[in-house]
């Protein structure tokens, strides 16, 4: 049974930075496009970035310039470098592991990441 386990996020000033990380295991994380997505209370949920399985990234205009995703196949995570945050980026963060061959879905608990004005 494929599990994600995320790390990071917590409380910072708007302008500051934050390092989320979640690692994948009870699967081949080699066959995972690993994404990132965030739900606020009374949104959808929505993606924020994604990485396929040969290390092609997919922003949201909303994150760009400021998010990195970066995948880490030795240690079967992926990360998320937020920069320049913003109040509006508070919400719940999930990692999503996708299988795309199957349209198979994988999610993380979820991290609270608040932004202070």
């Known amino acids: ?19 989320l990380s979640c690692a994948l295991s009870g699967g081949p994380f080699s066959i995972y496009t690993m994404g990132w997505y965030r739900q606020v209370p009374g949104k959808q949920r929505e993606l924020v970035a994604s990485i396929t ?11 760009k310039g400021r998010f990195t995703i970066s995948r880490h196949s030795a240690k079967n995570s992926v990360s998320l470098q937020m920069n320049s945050l913003k109040p509006e980026d508070t919400a719940v963060y999930f990692c999503n592991a996708r299988w795309s061959k199957i349209g198979r879905d994988h999610w993380g608990q979820g991290t609270q990441v608040t932004v202070s004005s």
């Open 53 to 63: 399985t040969t290390a092609d990234t997919n922003y949201a205009d909303f994150v």
């Open 1 to 19: 049974q494929v599990q994600l386990v995320e790390s990071g996020g917590g409380l910072v000033q708007a302008g500051g930075s934050l390092g």
